[in-house]
Structure formats: structure tokens, C-alpha cells
């Protein structure tokens, strides 16, 4: 995937999603990188990399501390910090960003 196809595919699964509040993304050549703003207290952290195919997406609570959150990286394929549990790894089967936003609306249904 390149980086023009990231944002397409990441800007296209968020358009619809009412929790959002806003979208910060930068581009640095051949990374994405930047916040989705959701509330006062919480925004999804973005990063992506064309050249490793590494994704990172980051549920971040309090401007601090990340309370879930899916990623890729060849060598350990996708997994999941799960909610609450950050420090942990649960390996998943391969997401498409579309599905990563799902798995965020289901998360962001769960908050209080």
C-alpha cells in the first residue's frame, strides 16, 4: 500500500463516523502520521509507513496514555492492545482500515 492509498482508504472509513471530530494528518514523503480527534479527553493516534508497511493505531486517552489499539509490522503481522490492557499483544487476523475503524466505533461504544 502507498501513502496516497492510506489516506484515501483511512479518510474514506472515518467520513461517516459521527464520533469524529476532526483529522490531522501529515505526510513526510513516505510516511502518514497524525491524530483523529474525537473528544476533549480522546483521539486515535495514526502512523503509517509505505516503505516497512507498518501501521499503528492508537486509542489515546487523557493525551497520555493509550487504552487500545491495532498495528502491523512484518514481523509480527497484525495484533491488538487490547482495551485497558495497552501493555498486552493479542494477535489478530489481517484488518483492513476500513475494519480498523469499525473496531473503533465498537471501542468508542463501550467508553464512558
Same mark, same amino acid.
Given at each position: 500500500?502507498?501513502?496516497?492509498?492510506?489516506?484515501?482508504? =483511512? *479518510? !474514506?472509513?472515518?467520513?461517516?463516523?459521527?464520533?469524529?471530530?476532526?483529522?490531522?494528518?501529515? #505526510?513526510? &514523503?513516505?510516511?502518514?502520521?497524525?491524530?483523529? =480527534? *474525537? !473528544?476533549?479527553?480522546?483521539?486515535?493516534?495514526?502512523?503509517?509507513?509505505?516503505?516497512?508497511? #507498518?501501521? &499503528?493505531?492508537?486509542?489515546?486517552?487523557?493525551?497520555?496514555?493509550?487504552?487500545?489499539?491495532?498495528?502491523?509490522?512484518?514481523?509480527?503481522?497484525?495484533?491488538?492492545?487490547?482495551?485497558?490492557?495497552?501493555?498486552?499483544?493479542?494477535?489478530?487476523?489481517?484488518?483492513?482500515?476500513?475494519?480498523?475503524?469499525?473496531?473503533?466505533?465498537?471501542?468508542?461504544?463501550?467508553?464512558?
Amino acid at each position: 500500500m502507498d501513502v496516497a492509498t492510506f489516506l484515501s482508504s =483511512l *479518510l !474514506d472509513a472515518l467520513a461517516d463516523r459521527p464520533f469524529v471530530q476532526s483529522v490531522d494528518l501529515e #505526510t513526510e &514523503a513516505i510516511v502518514v502520521k497524525g491524530r483523529v =480527534l *474525537l !473528544d476533549q479527553d480522546r483521539f486515535l493516534e495514526v502512523y503509517f509507513n509505505e516503505q516497512t508497511g #507498518t501501521m &499503528a493505531f492508537a486509542l489515546i486517552e487523557d493525551d497520555q496514555q493509550r487504552i487500545w489499539g491495532p498495528d502491523y509490522d512484518d514481523l509480527r503481522g497484525w495484533y491488538v492492545h487490547p482495551f485497558r490492557h495497552p501493555d498486552q499483544h493479542e494477535d489478530v487476523e489481517s484488518m483492513t482500515i476500513r475494519e480498523v475503524v469499525e473496531r473503533l466505533a465498537k471501542m468508542w461504544n463501550r467508553l464512558p
